[in-house]
C-alpha cells in the first residue's frame, strides 16, 4: 500500500495529456493531493497548489507519485535531482513508467541513506498462481470496451463512488498504474506472466460476502490486436457477474491502429457475453458507459439518446452525469 498523501510530479510534461496519470489522481482521490511539483517549461497544470519538495513535506506529503509520462515512459534524467531530494527528504517515490526507479542508482542509494521505498507500480510484487476457475462468492462487474482508453477505469471509479454513496458494499480493484496509483493497490496486469494474469485477477477479486461489488478495471479489448489478451484474461479471472460496455464515440479507428476500424457496441455485447458465459454463465450485459468529453452537452445528450434507444440499455457518461442509473441497472 502506498503512504497518502501525495505531491504529484508533473515534471516538464510537454500537454495536459502528459499528465494523465496525475489527472486521474486527482479526479478520484483528491483527498490524497497535497500540492504539485513542476519543473521550468512544464505546459500541465491541475490545477493544485504548486509545492517545492521541502513545501510538500511541511504539508505533510508521504509519497512523491511521479505523474507525467514522456515519450517512451522512460524517467528523465532532467527529473532526477528532484526525485532525489525527495528520498531524502523523506518521501516515497511511486513510478509506472517503464523503467524502473530501483535501476537508478543515485536515487536507490538516496532511499537507502534516508530509509524510503521506491515503489514500481508497473512490476507485480508477488506471485500469482493459475487460474483455477471455481465460482467465487461475491458480485463482479468488469467494464469492456470497443477500444482502448474509452473510460473503463472511470466507470468503475464511477460505480464505486455511486454505489459507496448507497451504502452498498463495493471495491475498485485496479489492474493498471494509474488505478494503482489512485487507490494505492492492486495489479499490473499487463506486466504479469501471460499464464498467470487469469490467476492473479482471482486473486485481486477473491471469496466476499453476497451482496458485495468489486468493480474491476478493464484494459484493452477484445478487439484490439495488441492488446486482446489482457482483456481475455479480466474476463476469465474475473469471472463478471454484471458487464458494463464502454465506448468513445468520436473514435474512427483502434488505438495506434489506422488500419483497424472500431467494433459496433452490438458486436462487442455480442463478443464480451459469449466470452464472458465460458466462466459464467448467468453473466448480463446491464449498461453502456460513453466516454461524451469530445462532444458539447447537446451532442452527447443526443449520442446517448441514440445508442440507449438502439441498444435497449441504460446509456449514460458516468463521470460527466453520474453513475446512478448503471448502479440501478446492477441485479
Same mark, same amino acid.
Given at each position: 500500500m502506498l503512504k497518502t498523501p501525495y505531491l504529484l510530479f508533473l515534471g516538464d510534461a510537454p500537454d495536459q495529456l502528459a499528465a494523465k496519470v496525475a489527472q486521474g489522481i486527482k479526479d478520484w482521490r483528491p483527498e490524497h493531493c497535497v500540492g504539485q511539483l513542476r519543473l521550468e517549461g512544464c505546459k500541465a497544470?491541475?490545477?493544485l497548489k504548486d509545492m517545492t519538495v521541502e513545501e510538500a513535506r511541511a504539508a505533510g506529503a508521504e509519497t512523491l507519485v511521479v505523474g507525467a509520462a514522456n515519450r517512451g515512459g522512460v524517467i528523465s534524467s532532467s527529473w532526477m535531482a528532484t526525485l532525489t531530494a525527495a528520498a531524502e527528504a523523506g518521501m516515497d517515490i511511486a513510478s509506472g513508467l517503464h523503467n524502473?526507479?530501483?535501476a537508478q542508482k543515485p536515487l536507490?542509494?538516496?532511499?537507502?541513506?534516508?530509509?524510503?521505498?521506491?515503489?514500481?507500480?508497473?512490476?507485480?510484487?508477488?506471485?500469482?498462481?493459475?487460474?483455477?476457475?471455481?465460482?467465487?462468492?461475491?458480485?463482479? %462487474?468488469?467494464?469492456?470496451?470497443?477500444?482502448?482508453?474509452? *473510460?473503463?477505469m472511470y466507470t468503475? @471509479?464511477?460505480?464505486?463512488?455511486?454505489?459507496?454513496?448507497?451504502?452498498?458494499?463495493?471495491?475498485?480493484?485496479?489492474?493498471?498504474?494509474?488505478?494503482?496509483?489512485?487507490?494505492?493497490s492492486g495489479v499490473p496486469l499487463d506486466a504479469v506472466v501471460a499464464d498467470f494474469m487469469a490467476?492473479?485477477?482471482?486473486k485481486l477479486t477473491p471469496d466476499n460476502d453476497a451482496d458485495h461489488w468489486d468493480l474491476i478495471e478493464g484494459q484493452g479489448s477484445l478487439f484490439h490486436p495488441s492488446f486482446s489478451g489482457v482483456t481475455m484474461a479480466l474476463i476469465h479471472g474475473g469471472q463478471p457477474d454484471s458487464l458494463v460496455? %464502454?465506448?468513445?464515440?468520436?473514435?474512427?479507428?483502434?488505438? *495506434?491502429?489506422?488500419?483497424?476500424? @472500431?467494433?459496433?457496441l452490438e458486436a462487442l455485447r455480442d463478443l464480451a457475453l459469449v466470452t464472458a458465459q465460458i466462466v459464467n454463465p448467468d453473466?448480463?450485459?446491464?449498461?453502456?458507459?460513453?466516454?461524451?468529453?469530445?462532444l458539447s452537452a447537446e451532442e452527447a445528450k443526443a449520442c446517448l439518446e441514440e445508442i440507449e434507444s438502439r441498444m435497449g440499455l441504460p446509456t449514460i457518461d458516468p463521470f460527466r452525469d453520474g453513475a446512478g442509473r448503471l448502479v440501478d441497472a446492477l441485479s
Open positions: 497544470n491541475l490545477g524502473r526507479l530501483t536507490v542509494e538516496a532511499a537507502e541513506k534516508a530509509g524510503t521505498q521506491l515503489f514500481d507500480v508497473r512490476v507485480p510484487q508477488e506471485e500469482y498462481p493459475i487460474a483455477d476457475g471455481k465460482k467465487r462468492a461475491g458480485k463482479r %462487474c468488469l467494464a469492456v470496451g470497443t477500444d482502448c482508453s474509452v *473510460g473503463k468503475a @471509479l464511477a460505480m464505486e463512488r455511486e454505489m459507496r454513496q448507497r451504502g452498498m458494499k463495493a471495491t475498485f480493484r485496479a489492474t493498471g498504474q494509474t488505478g494503482i496509483l489512485i487507490t494505492g490467476g492473479a485477477v482471482e460496455l %464502454c465506448h468513445e464515440p468520436t473514435r474512427t479507428h483502434m488505438r *495506434g491502429l489506422p488500419h483497424y476500424g @472500431l467494433p459496433s453473466v448480463t450485459v446491464t449498461g453502456i458507459s460513453v466516454n461524451t468529453a469530445a
